[in-house]
Structure formats: structure tokens, C-alpha cells
């Protein structure tokens, strides 16, 4: 399984990013596809995941409301919507990938991509 996430830039506080996921190898019609960063100096966290059977969605607390994940257009696609961007939302994004059940634990997490940079101007 081989994920590429794109889409991050720099952005003032107040504004958006989409990031995409394409995921390759694998069909994907069971697994769940996530979301996660990393800041300086911290710990790789939760975001959002997303159920590629039924939709589910789940999203970490900070970023409800705020972000939306979704199936993508292109095949095997995941984006990740971000509205109301913060300056604590500077981070890299990773994309990963987990056979069911879908949870939002990193260490559940099989499959990563390499992360895209997201940085909020304030």
C-alpha cells in the first residue's frame, strides 16, 4: 500500500487547505483512511478518519466543526477539508491507512504516507 498526501502550504489564520490522500496498492473498499500531525516538538496526534465502506467519519476534538474528511473524486482518494485554520493547527499532515475496524489509535495504523507541511500565519 503506497499513500501521497499533497495540498499543504502556508495560510493566514482564518483560511483553508485541502489536502489530498491517493492511496495505490490495495483495493480499499474495507479500510479506514486517517489523518494525523505532528507540531514541533510534539507528539503525532489524531485528526479525522474516515470508514471507506460506510462513511464514518471521526474527528479529534480541536478540529470539529472546522475540518471535514470525505471521499475523494479521483479513485482510491481521501481529502481533508480545513476551514478556519489556526496558527496551532501548523503542523505536517500524514495520511494513513488500517484494515477494519476503524479506530483512531496511530499505533492501529498500518500503512503511512509521507507528510505535507501545513503552516498558519497569524
Known amino acids: 500500500v503506497q499513500l501521497q498526501a499533497s495540498g499543504g502550504g502556508l495560510v493566514q489564520a482564518g483560511g483553508s487547505l485541502r489536502l489530498t490522500c491517493a492511496a495505490s496498492?490495495?483495493?480499499?473498499?474495507?479500510?479506514?483512511l486517517g489523518w494525523f500531525r505532528q507540531a514541533p516538538g510534539k507528539e503525532r496526534e489524531f485528526v479525522a478518519t474516515?470508514?471507506?465502506?460506510?462513511?464514518?467519519?471521526w474527528y479529534a476534538d480541536p478540529v470539529k466543526g472546522r475540518f471535514t474528511i470525505s471521499r475523494g473524486n479521483a479513485k482510491n482518494t481521501v481529502y481533508l477539508q480545513m476551514n478556519s485554520l489556526k496558527p496551532e493547527d501548523t503542523a505536517v499532515y500524514y495520511c494513513?491507512?488500517?484494515?477494519?475496524?476503524?479506530?483512531?489509535?496511530?499505533?492501529?495504523?498500518?500503512?503511512w504516507g509521507q507528510g505535507t507541511q501545513v503552516t498558519v500565519s497569524s
Open positions: 496498492g490495495r483495493t480499499f473498499s474495507s479500510y479506514g
Open positions: 474516515f470508514g471507506w465502506n460506510d462513511g464514518t467519519t
Open positions: 494513513a491507512a488500517k484494515s477494519p475496524p476503524l479506530t483512531t489509535l496511530i499505533d492501529d495504523y498500518d500503512y
